[in-house]
């Protein structure tokens, strides 16, 4: 019974001390702040489970037209095409890259598929990592997505985008923020004028 006591009264001390490292003050005195409460929507998500749900419902829609637009490095569009469906990384694939027999069961026999892997299957039914990337929707939740592959960089869009190269011809300085900007402005005026009627 003593040594039970004791070992509640050390975990107790431990609690305590792992809770006092887990606040910092930095050298000016600064203390570490407490996180903010995140706000959840009506679906009961916060807004980054929101954008991870979104984006897998749009890229994973077999019906959907995506539009990349081929943006080099020096700012110049190289090329927009039409996507049937999404773009996929290379790193994706449909079978894991490690897996074990399963040894537990000896009436299966190993080569007779029965295996255990220590990888994830994701959400969109493959294993692997996608290129690094960023994405986010617009007020008119529109998809784009930003990424670098093979020299390029890209944007991806579930919406095409007019872009030619806003090259100013006088300066020659890239004006592509303008030039989206007011492509942008004409076109949520049409979608909003067509869903007034």
Not at 65 to 74: G, Q
Request: with cysteine; proline share 5%; net charge neutral.
């Amino acid at each position: 019974m003593m040594l039970v006591m004791f070992g509640l009264a050390l975990m107790g001390a431990n609690n305590g001390c792992d809770q006092q490292s887990t606040e910092q003050t930095s050298r000016s005195g600064a203390e570490q702040a407490a996180p903010a409460v995140i706000k959840k929507n009506s679906s009961n998500r916060t807004v980054e489970q929101q954008n991870i749900y979104d984006r897998i419902r749009v890229t994973t829609d077999p019906t959907k037209v995506m539009w990349i637009h081929l943006i080099a490095l020096d700012g110049k569009i190289v090329k927009r095409m039409a996507v049937r469906n999404k773009v996929t990384s290379s790193g994706k694939r449909l079978e894991p890259r490690h897996s074990v027999p399963n040894t537990n069961n000896s009436s299966t026999p190993p080569n007779a598929g029965n295996y255990y892997t220590d990888e994830l299957i994701q959400p969109d039914g493959t294993y692997g990592d996608s290129d690094s990337y960023v994405y986010w929707f617009d007020p008119m939740s529109r998809y784009h997505q930003w990424g670098t592959a093979g020299g390029l960089g890209y944007l991806l869009t579930d919406y095409p985008i007019d872009l030619e190269n806003p090259i100013e011809a006088v300066t020659g300085m890239y004006n592509a923020d303008k030039a989206a900007s007011e492509w942008q402005t004409r076109q949520e005026g049409k979608l909003k004028a067509e869903q007034g009627k």
